[in-house]
């Protein structure tokens, strides 16, 4: 009898580590932030500093609740609390208008001291990625270069920001194809105005008739995660330039920053 309760026991404990794997009690409260984390918000990210008092909570909540369900880990560096809320600032700002979200579709980041090779090397030549999202082996694992990360919250006139760019990727990565169309959060009636609405910026691109980092005519995936680091780095500025991009990416996070 005994043997049998033993054995119903480590079951059960087997089940529940699968369910959390599974991230089906990702809906539990993960504790309320520290001052000392609202602080840092509220000096180094200019999003949360824009936000009413209500929406504020909303934003600590979001980020407490990612950071109580993925991993962050640092390689050849050691993950500091302010790496940890930059992360989960970039993780948060996307999805911000969209209650209940969660990534699905990660478990951890892997947090790099600076730029690194396609194979994941820190030292030697070819050294130019600043973040990525992992496949294969890799898959559910985001990869980011700290020096990146900051710079992209650091800078208030830059356009760039690897932290929301990787999560865009990942947002569009939901659906099960990288392609620039993020179906989870586009309503359906907006999908071939937006999808026509790339192809013609990104020939703009090409032409050198646009504003926009000509990374992002490298393939729709690209051109998304680019003018989303514009939408929420710069966007009156982008608001003024490409009002109909703007309007656009409106109606995918459900967001007017510029406002």
């Known amino acids: 009898m005994e043997f049998v309760i033993m054995l119903f026991i480590l079951g059960l404990a087997v089940w529940i580590l699968w369910l959390r794997k599974k991230k089906i009690f990702q809906k539990s409260p993960a504790g309320e932030m520290s001052d000392e984390w609202k602080e840092f918000l509220k000096k180094e990210i200019g999003f949360y500093r824009e936000l009413d008092a209500a929406s504020k909570k909303t934003f600590e ?3 407490m609740r990612f950071l109580s369900n993925v991993i962050v880990t640092g390689v050849d560096t050691e993950v500091t609390d302010e790496d940890r809320l930059l992360i989960a600032s ?8 969209f209650p209940d979200w969660e990534y699905n579709n990660l478990n951890e980041v892997l947090l790099y001291p600076n730029s690194f090779s396609r194979e994941y090397e820190t030292k030697g030549e ?19 270069s700290r020096q990146s990360l900051k710079q992209g919250f650091e800078n208030e006139h830059t356009k760039s920001n690897v932290g929301i760019h990787e999560f865009v990727h990942l947002i569009d990565k939901l659906d099960g194809a990288t392609d620039g169309l993020p179906e989870v959060l586009l309503r359906r009636q ?3 105005p937006w999808m026509k609405m790339i192809r013609k910026e990104m020939e703009e691109i090409r032409q050198k008739k646009s504003n926009i980092n000509p990374y992002g005519a490298t393939n729709e995936a690209e051109f998304f995660s680019v003018v989303s680091e514009y939408f ?3 966007p009156k500025m982008l608001k003024k330039k490409e009002p109909e991009l703007y309007e ?5 996070f459900r967001q007017d920053p510029a406002g």
Not at 90 to 97: D, E, G, M, Q
Not at 126 to 144: E, K, N, S
């Open 248 to 252: 656009m990416l409106e109606e995918v």
């Open 61 to 63: 909540d979001k980020v």
């Open 126 to 144: 070819d050294r130019h990625v600043a973040g990525m999202v992992g496949w294969g082996p890799m898959h559910r694992t985001m990869i980011l």
């Open 190 to 192: 907006y999908s071939i």
């Open 90 to 97: 970039s993780a948060v700002i996307p999805i911000f208008a």
């Open 232 to 234: 929420f780095s710069q």
